[in-house]
């Protein structure tokens, strides 16, 4: 059974700085993609990064360019999100995602098989 795990949300102020983790377990994820997910209260969820596990390569929306990085560490199954910069827009709760291959529609929810419980991430102005 895969288990994604966040921690690492909180209070904020803008201009701030978080860091997401995701742990992954119950299986290997060598040939899985990785994704992180916001969404907003009355918004829609919103793909914000994504990460290929093998090969490491990385992909993001446009509005978290230059201040989100995702990375992964491949000992701890562990997925992370970097979050600097912080601004009010960014409050969400933040998911991760599993897919057990690799995928090209990286930002389509529906294509994810596995998502953990979510972890609120709240930035103050």
């Known amino acids: 059974q895969v288990q994604l795990v966040e921690s690492g949300g909180g209070l904020v102020q803008a201009g701030g700085s978080l860091r997401l983790s995701c742990a992954a377990s119950?299986?290997?994820?060598?040939?899985?993609?990785m994704g992180w997910f916001r969404q907003a209260p009355g918004k829609e969820r919103e793909f914000v990064a994504v990460?290929?596990?093998?090969?490491?390569?990385?992909h993001y929306v446009d509005s978290v360019k230059g201040r989100f990085t995702i990375s992964r560490d491949n000992a701890k199954n562990t997925v992370y999100l970097q979050m600097n910069s912080l601004k009010p827009e960014d409050t969400a709760v933040y998911y991760c995602a599993a897919a057990l291959r690799i995928l090209g529609r990286y930002g389509d929810s529906t294509e994810y098989d596995y998502w953990g419980q979510g972890t609120q991430v709240t930035v103050s102005s």
């Open positions: 990460i290929k596990w093998t090969g490491g390569r990385t």
């Open positions: 119950g299986r290997t994820f060598s040939e899985s993609t």
